[in-house]
């Protein structure tokens, strides 16, 4: 009688510290769970250098871009970009010679963030660009077709409750397909470089 007693203790003792292991390990996980929730999965973005719109030669700049956070450190983005230049922009601001007439480009992309520790953050983005080519009269010569590549490097500032952001951020861009360039255009484009490194300065809002 009393080795069974010992024996149901032993037993009764076992369970109950497999219980509580167990108990505890759930705790743990719905824990890191919690720490893992994304408190708002959306965002809208714009990018602040949309105020060079509103320059003497404005660049007709615009960038719209809506993410979705898959996790605290990854998010998934698409955004719309559309602009106009007069110069190969391998050489913009630099060029020798402009464009007789300028280029309008809209293009829909798709990216990929992570964020590495606190803001910091890396970013991969392709954009496919229609293209039209104007004269100095601003009628149509054709269209082309661009694939625009970027790569970029920068930091997240979060403030008011998190809901709101600017990101500062060093971007390398690179377009290995441009085509269908007027004769015209073409002269001025040969031998340019096809990527640019530039800064970026986004600012957004989570919901």
């Not at 149901?8 to 769970?33: F, P």
């Not at 893992?36 to 973005?45: A, D, F, N, P, R």
């Not at 960038?63 to 719309?80: A, C, N, P």
């Not at 010679?97 to 803001?119: D, N, S, T």
Request: proline share 5%; hydrophobic share 35%; aromatic share 20%.
């Amino acid at each position: 009688m009393k080795k069974l007693s010992i024996t149901i203790l032993l037993v009764a003792v076992s369970l109950t510290m497999a219980y509580s292991q167990k108990t505890s390990q759930i705790d743990t996980i719905s824990t890191e769970t919690k720490k893992e929730e994304v408190k708002y999965k959306h965002s809208i973005g714009v990018s602040l250098l949309m105020i060079s719109n509103f320059l003497p030669e404005p660049a007709d700049y615009y960038l719209l871009t809506y993410g979705y956070q898959l996790t605290q450190k990854d998010r998934i983005f698409v955004e719309f970009n559309t602009w106009k230049f007069a110069e190969p922009l391998g050489t913009y601001n630099d060029s020798e010679e402009l464009y007789p007439g300028y280029v309008r480009e809209y293009g829909i992309g798709v990216g990929y963030q992570h964020f590495f520790w606190k803001g910091l953050y890396s970013t991969v983005q392709a954009t496919p660009f229609l293209k039209h080519y104007m004269d100095e009269d601003n009628k149509k010569i054709q269209n082309g077709f661009k694939v625009y590549m970027q790569f970029a490097v920068g930091y997240r500032f979060e403030f008011f409750k998190e809901r709101w952001y600017v990101e500062p951020a060093f971007a390398i861009k690179y377009w290995p397909v441009d085509t269908n360039f007027p004769n015209s255009f073409a002269k001025i484009e040969e031998g340019g470089p096809n990527y640019i490194c530039e800064p970026s300065l986004n600012f957004g809002f989570k919901f």
